[in-house]
């Protein structure tokens, strides 16, 4: 696995740091004063610990974690199998769109799998359509049928998750995206700024009031908008270093209620349920985190004896190199 060795480095104040604010950043005047007294520095201390954090490559990005799909937008997976020779250049090609969010290779003939993050499905259907003309390859596509968990706050270390229920949401029913929700998603999506008063510099940029910015993300919390707000670790440098998207084929009768057991699972971080394809039987997906192979394949064991007779057939889809992880981008 291609991952950085920051892990190593990590002093005890940036894994304290890492671990508490996966989530609850406050939506205060001086948040980072206010995160910093919990963690017993100062305000210039945090926010130069979480730049250095994201330089490094040990946090993927700060910020709130949006569920686009709660405002009418789409966030589908889509696997290429790409022949070896051409894998790189394929990568690079698939990157350079900025409609790819996350972008990794898998142990497997569909050995490229990215997620296509858009505010419309005409746009991700031009976003396929794109990388084929591209690339000269089939898109397959699983789109998110049903989300039954999506929720795992890693530990530094890659010690056991902290609180596996946290971060959960049920899908609704959309609201409309408006123009001005589009220029906050935009103005956040990469992350908040790393200065004293990140709202006002938002606001700043939209032509808004520090209030309305925070109360809108106030709101969007509550509505299941935004997930969360606080740090994105990329676990592979925290400790996680084994990643497996393990794959089921389960009864269509059973895999509604089978798959909210499965995302109760202290490994399981996502679980959902996405459509078969032609040579693809499987209908319920979920990603398991472990500190090395050994412990996703006993946490796949413990899915599988889960799921039961109504699994028919599974497979484990690991990771062994990040190509791209940079959240929504609309």
Known sequence: MDTPEAIDRLEALDARLIDRLQGGFPLAARPYAVAGRSLGISEDSLIRRLRELLHAGVLSRFGPMYQIERLGGRFVLAALAVPE????????????????????????????????????????????????LVTGLAVSLFPKEREYFVGMRFQVGGAAPVGAAAGARRAGEPAALSADDRLLIRATQAGLPLCPRPYHDIARQLGWTEAEVTAKLARWLEQGVVRRIGA?????????????????????????????????????????????????????????????????????????????????????????????????RL
């Open 85 to 132: 020779a051409r894998f790189d250049e394929v990568a690079a090609a698939v990157n350079a769109l900025p409609a790819v969010a996350h972008n990794y290779r898998r142990e497997h003939r569909l050995n490229m799998w990215f997620v296509l993050a858009a505010d419309s499905a005409d746009a991700i259907d031009a976003a396929r359509r794109g990388i084929e």
């Open 232 to 328: 994105v670790p990329n676990h592979y440098a925290i400790g996680y270093r084994a990643n497996g998207m393990a794959v089921f084929d389960v009864a269509d009768e059973h895999v509604d209620a089978l798959g909210a057991q499965l995302g109760g699972l202290d490994a399981v971080s996502h679980c959902y349920r996405r459509p078969r394809q032609p040579g693809w039987p499987y209908n319920l997906f979920a990603m398991l985190h472990g500190s090395e192979r050994p412990a996703v394949l006993a946490a796949v064991d413990d899915a599988r004896a889960l799921l039961g007779e109504a699994c028919r057939s599974h497979e484990v889809l690991f990771s062994s190199r990040i190509l791209k992880k940079t959240g929504l």
